[in-house]
């Protein structure tokens, strides 16, 4: 089953909240409180957005995280790879050459065309369009 992690959901969540504060900076404390992320849990989720890029850190009595790019610029698949790694549905189509029906597979080729098409709709997805009511256009990919 091809499915996210909590940590996922939970990096999504604080990203459009992050989104939501504008210029303002957002706390790990506050977005623990409303989402009801456990804390530590969601430092190390900020912690590898941040040395990915997506988001900023300011230390400080009031500081807090902001958004390194506009939500128009940063991708569901962009906090994906951020949080679980490169996107696959199997391990052949990761370079996994481990499996001993790679010889005779017969499903590899058509398992990496849907994995591209999976991969390019969620490279389509920017935290701006997920929070809006234009998602109908996205999934005409």
Known sequence: MLKLTKKT???LMAVNFIASQGEGLASARTISEVYHIPLPLLAKILQKLTKKGIITSYGGPKGGYMLQRPPSQITISDIIRAIEGPIH???CCDGDHACSQLEHCSVQGPLQKIEMKITAMLDNITIEK???????EVFLV
């Open 130 to 136: 997920m929070y809006s009511e234009s998602l109908d």
């Open 89 to 91: 549905i199997t391990r």
């Open 9 to 11: 959901d939970y990096a």
